[in-house]
């Protein structure tokens, strides 16, 4: 199986903020990334995918960026309505595996 | 607007069986893949299994493999995961997904609420 593993676990900013969250792969996936928005009771979000393409309806301050085995999202300028779990995950083949996430807390 | 509805989460005791069921709304479900994502504090996310739009080809989590079976009536917009044989460790909470397209690609948009199952004696 492909290992994701994300760095952060966790990460504490200030409104404004610029916020990195990186993933890597255990072997090459390309661009078969996606990140997921999870806040507590409520469904994971779609935010990119295909390592950089931003979903629709995604406010345009989250980016992805990377290929092969490290990517990163961005968030430009963290908002209040951006405290939640990010999580990435490959499919570039079976089974489809998620990193562990990262906790973004509003300071 | 594109709505996932799970049901039949409980609880079961371990060697027990469950049926999930995911109703599909808002789009055509005959057209896209979909799969079931469970959620567990110790593992994270995990992907559980996938089926094609015409349910002709299936996929699973080797932790699955043998013990659930994923299944969809097109006609009833519904997708279902029979689960046999259930594990402590398969406590969790699970997503229904859907798909892109019609192939089990792994871009998952939308996810349902979600539907508890707890394993315990």
């Known amino acids: 199986d492909i290992q994701m593993t994300q760095s952060p676990f966790t990460l504490s900013a200030s409104v404004g903020d610029r916020v990195t969250i990186t993933c890597r792969a255990s072997q090459s996936i390309h661009i078969w990334l996606a990140w997921y928005q999870h806040k507590p009771g409520k469904a994971p979000k779609l935010l990119i995918y295909r390592a950089s393409t931003l979903q629709s309806g995604v406010p345009s301050r989250f980016s992805g960026s990377g290929s092969g085995t490290e990517f990163t999202l961005t968030i430009s300028s963290l908002q209040p309505d951006d405290s939640a779990t990010y999580y990435c995950q490959q499919y570039s083949g079976y089974p489809y595996t998620f990193g562990q996430g990262t906790n973004v807390e509003i300071k | 607007e594109v709505q996932l509805l799970e049901s039949g989460g409980g609880v079961v005791q371990p060697g027990g069986s469950l049926r999930l069921s995911c109703a599909a709304s808002?789009?055509?479900?005959?057209?896209?893949?979909m799969s079931w994502v469970r959620q567990t504090p110790g593992k994270g996310l995990e992907w559980v299994s996938g089926l094609t739009a015409g349910g002709d080809k299936t996929y699973c989590a080797d932790s699955v493999k043998g013990r659930f079976t994923i299944s969809r009536d097109n006609s009833k917009s519904t997708l279902y995961l029979q689960m046999n044989s259930l594990r402590v460790e398969d406590t969790a909470l699970y997503y229904c997904?859907?798909?892109?397209?019609?192939?089990?690609?792994?871009?998952?948009?939308?996810w349902g609420q979600g539907t508890l199952v707890t394993v315990s004696s």
């Open positions: 808002g789009f055509t479900s005959n057209l896209h893949a």
């Open positions: 997904v859907k798909d892109e397209g019609p192939a089990v690609t792994g871009r998952f948009d939308p």
